[in-house]
């Protein structure tokens, strides 16, 4: 498996060569972000300091320590767990982070629908997918947090990693509007039936 190098922030063009199936592997930086993030920059107007232009997003709330701020934690955290949580909770926040922040790259864990998908394909973005249960080897990947916006909501901050080699990440939603979740309903589905009618029941 030959995994794609992509450094952050990317631009449109970097996101439309990418095809579902492809496996990815993200540089420089991500920002953590989660329902309570979403609700208050979206339902109540809040607004990030941070620039996201280009950026990716991983649904998390991540499990942290609060230390002394010093060049090892310059936010005054230190990272204990970051991991993933399922993302089709949040699947309406996906177009509004994409047009007014222009976030490119959305990672969780399950899948998006089909706004998501409409979105990716407008305005080029991409979903890349992560397999539950990876949180301490997510944890690895990112070198520190760097800073942290909308600290108040805790966990549900938005956080900003710095990371190194975060991947491989599996292009599970494209531009183009293909979806591997797509061929894994469809095998499910025939299978399913296979299984039926090899016992004498109609699908």
Known sequence: ?????LPLPCSEDDIRKLKAGDHVILQNTLFGIRDATYIHMFDKGRKTHF??????????????EKVPVSNEYPAGYRSICIGTTTSMRMERFTRPLME??????????????????????DLGGVYLAIIGGTAALETTWITAIEEVD???????????FAIKDFGPLLVAMDSHGNSV??????????????????IGVKA
């Open 51 to 64: 620039d996201l232009n280009g950026h990716a997003v991983i649904h998390t709330a991540p499990n942290v």
């Open 1 to 5: 498996m030959t995994a794609i190098q």
């Open 100 to 121: 007014q922040y222009g976030v490119r790259i959305t990672i969780g864990k399950g899948g998006l629908g089909e706004e998501s998908r409409k979105a990716f394909q």
């Open 150 to 160: 909308m600290d108040d909501l805790n966990p549900e901050s938005l956080w900003r």
């Open 181 to 198: 979740y797509d061929a894994v309903k469809k095998t499910a589905a025939d299978r399913r039936a296979a299984a039926l009618a090899s």
